[in-house]
């Protein structure tokens, strides 16, 4: 496993000076970890749903996972509604937690994607709603699955999705994941898988990549961010954990818009790497920057979420024009 080094983000990205725009402090429930969010807009404001792990800060104790419900008037200062929210019934077996929620405004409605934590394996979600009070669980994949997101509109007539199955068997019982694409008629049956972006196409992971934000339109093409993952044993000991050797940081690439699975343009170096304390040096895991929110604004100003070290939400922005300036 060839080590990756030092590694720092790109100066088209700018740190919101809120940073962060929402922790635990600001959830009028039990709440130590937030992160992770996914964000959109939809009927004229702001809404984030964020991952919760609740537990007590002080005593770096987690006791389990909730989302978390916020809205916004400016993409900045958030609102966090009283109680959690998606709190379902599952029609299906031993589900421990939902998490790592990605919001897509499709057709009218709010498609969540999320992760569900079972006892037979993660697999990946896609739910529906129009108040977040009420969803339809439209489909669950089989394990192991993670980070879907899902693209904005019909392509060809199908919802598409990029997606992170886990093939350990095949890897050597290794952590090597790449990122994948399927298409569905009706956000049930998904099929069609095609490998869209592997481990090794990218010289800043040694361990696994994952989807970021929900894609978004731009004439040139799908711009996405995605998560790329390098490991090293040096790191060792950071964070609350002993064993805490990864990295996280964001990549950047650009999709063809009438056929999603070709990569037409990828930045070679990372878009953000953990450089601010809270995202390097401060929490749960060091180390960790997780996209999972990209807002085009009208002006072409790019607002990006993404969870901290696993332990707080934050804002950077870019321009479109000089994130395309990366990519093509
Ligand atoms: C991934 C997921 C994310 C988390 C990240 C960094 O595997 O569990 O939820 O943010 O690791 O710890």
């Known amino acids: 496993m060839p080590l990756i080094g030092e590694l720092h983000s790109n100066s088209a990205v700018i740190r919101h000076p809120d940073n962060p725009i929402l922790s635990a402090k600001d959830v009028p429930y039990n709440a130590a970890l937030i992160f992770n969010a996914g964000v959109t807009k939809y009927q004229g404001r702001y809404v984030m749903v964020f991952r919760n792990d609740y537990g007590s800060l002080e005593k770096h104790e987690l006791h389990g996972t909730n989302l978390g419900l916020a809205t916004s008037d400016d993409g900045v200062r958030w609102t966090v509604e009283p109680e959690p929210i998606f709190q379902i019934d599952w029609p299906i077996r031993a589900v421990q937690r939902a998490y790592d929620p990605r919001l897509t405004v499709i057709e009218g409605r709010v498609a969540m994607c999320f992760a569900l934590d079972t006892f037979h394996g993660v697999r990946v979600g896609i739910a529906l709603t129009d108040n977040f009070a009420h969803w339809d669980i439209m489909t669950v994949s089989a394990p192991d699955?993670?980070?879907?997101?899902?693209?904005?509109?019909?392509?060809?007539?199908?919802?598409?999705?990029?997606?992170?199955?886990?093939?350990?068997?095949?890897?050597?019982?290794?952590?090597?994941?790449?990122?994948?694409?399927?298409?569905?008629?009706?956000?049930?049956?998904?099929?069609?898988?095609?490998?869209?972006?592997?481990?090794?196409?990218?010289?800043?992971?040694?361990t696994k990549l994952g989807p970021g934000a929900p894609p978004i339109r731009t004439p040139k093409g799908w711009l996405t961010l995605f998560h790329a993952v390098d490991t090293d044993p040096a790191r060792g000991k950071n964070g609350w954990e002993d064993q805490w050797q990864k990295r996280y940081t964001v990549g950047l690439m650009l999709l063809d818009l009438e056929n999603p699975a070709r990569v037409i343009g990828r930045y070679a170096e990372p878009l953000m790497a953990p450089d601010a304390p809270y995202e390097r040096d401060e929490g749960f895991r060091t180390n960790v920057i997780f996209p999972g929110g990209m807002i085009l604004e009208n002006d072409g100003e790019v607002k990006i979420y993404y969870g901290a070290a696993d332990t707080v939400e934050c804002l950077a922005t870019a321009h479109v024009e000089d994130l395309l300036r990366l990519v093509i």
Request: glycine share 8%.
């Open 145 to 206: 699955n993670r980070n879907a997101v899902l693209f904005p509109e019909k392509i060809g007539g199908k919802y598409v999705r990029l997606e992170r199955p886990f093939p350990v068997y095949s890897r050597g019982g290794q952590e090597r994941f790449d990122i994948w694409i399927s298409d569905s008629p009706d956000l049930k049956y998904w099929g069609n898988n095609q490998l869209v972006l592997a481990v090794e196409d990218v010289n800043f992971a040694n």
